[in-house]
């Protein structure tokens, strides 16, 4: 079967620190991917997407980079973090039409 | 882009009653899926639901695409139920990725 792992859990950054936070999927090929934010307050805001390696598209201008050297991992990174890069970030992926999340990043910069 | 609202933004259930949870949205579409965030952060898949009726357990969902709304039924509900329900959806024209809902908060208490 299929599984999304995330890392880490839960981070503290102080502002103007780099970031990186890594997911891989297993048991599956080719997924689509895709690094969420979930901001206090509930929305989930799609930040990045990718349908295969090296393929990422960006959905909202921001501090933020995604890239995808594998076929099943998925990373997002900041060279300098901002006060309002804080929140929950999710991965999750995707084979046909439903979408799978991991268990997600809480992200607080201070 | 495509517009998602669900209702009641906030519901507080007895255990053992029931509810029902709207999704209704702007333009037609050709996927639509149901989440639940438990108070951990965990995002589960309930429903891959674009039109029609399914059921699992307690939880069944209808969608009407013709008139652009979608319901989840929770039946029975327990303390395990409490969480975040989102619904979201791809618009047939525009966007490929999902758009969600801000979702409707849902507390059982026993």
């Known amino acids: 079967s299929q599984t999304i792992h995330q890392w880490p859990a839960t981070l503290v950054q102080p502002v103007g620190s780099p970031l990186s936070l890594e997911c891989t999927v297993e048991g599956t090929s080719n997924p689509n991917l895709y690094w969420y934010r979930q901001a206090a307050g509930r929305g989930l805001q799609l930040l990045f997407y990718s349908v295969g390696i090296g393929q990422i598209s960006s959905e909202v201008p921001q501090n933020l980079s995604a890239s995808r050297p594998q076929d099943r991992q998925f990373i997002l990174s900041s060279k300098k973090l901002l006060l309002s890069d804080s929140g929950f970030y999710l991965c999750?992926?995707?084979?046909?039409?439903?979408?799978?999340f991991g268990s997600g990043t809480q992200l607080s910069v201070l | 882009g495509i517009q998602v609202e669900q209702s009641p933004p906030d519901l507080i259930l007895q255990e053992g009653a029931n509810s029902t949870l709207r999704c209704n949205f702007s333009d037609s579409v050709n996927n639509l899926q149901w989440f639940h965030q438990n108070p951990w952060g965990q995002l589960i898949n309930l429903f891959y639901i674009p039109s029609g009726t399914k059921q699992n357990g307690r939880l069944s969902a209808t969608t009407v695409a013709t008139e652009r709304y979608s319901l989840l039924y929770i039946s029975s509900s327990q303390t395990t139920d409490s969480g975040v329900y989102f619904c979201?959806?791809?618009?047939?024209?525009?966007?490929?990725?999902?758009?969600f809902g801000k979702g409707t908060m849902l507390l059982v208490s026993p």
């Open positions: 999750a992926w995707s084979v046909g039409e439903k979408l799978f």
């Open positions: 979201a959806v791809v618009g047939n024209s525009g966007y490929s990725t999902l758009t």
